[in-house]
């Protein structure tokens, strides 16, 4: 099992900045890859940002030089640095463990944070 405990969301005015930080704690030695999602109402869950455990990361499209994503192997902490916000970043964000144990792969997922951006 792993747990996943998300901070940081909140309300930013359009062009601010936003660090979401995520704390993962129990069987950690089996995350594979961690990362952000969000979702906006009525729609999909979309991935955001990820980072494999040998530092590969992953964009979203709608986010490609304005979003980091960084880890902090020391804390178990993964970090979505998200800058020039749009009104349409605002979204749950939830994050995110891909785990692989006994040959099969698992999702763990955070509580969710919310990150409104006001126009």
């Known amino acids: 099992q792993v747990q996943l405990v998300e901070s940081g969301g909140g309300l930013v005015r359009a062009g601010g900045s936003l660090r979401l930080s995520c704390a993962a704690s129990g069987n950690i030695f089996s995350i594979r890859r961690m990362g952000w999602y969000r979702q906006h109402p009525g729609k999909q869950r979309e991935l955001v940002a990820a980072?494999?455990?040998?530092?590969?990361?992953n964009y979203g499209d709608s986010v490609k030089g304005r979003f980091t994503i960084s880890t902090d192997n020391a804390k178990n902490t993964v970090y979505l640095q998200m800058g020039s916000l749009k009104p349409d970043d605002t979204a749950v964000y939830f994050c995110n463990a891909y785990v692989s144990r006994d040959y099969r792969g698992y999702d763990y997922w955070g509580q969710g944070t919310q990150v409104t951006v006001s126009s």
């Open positions: 980072v494999t455990t040998s530092g590969v990361t």
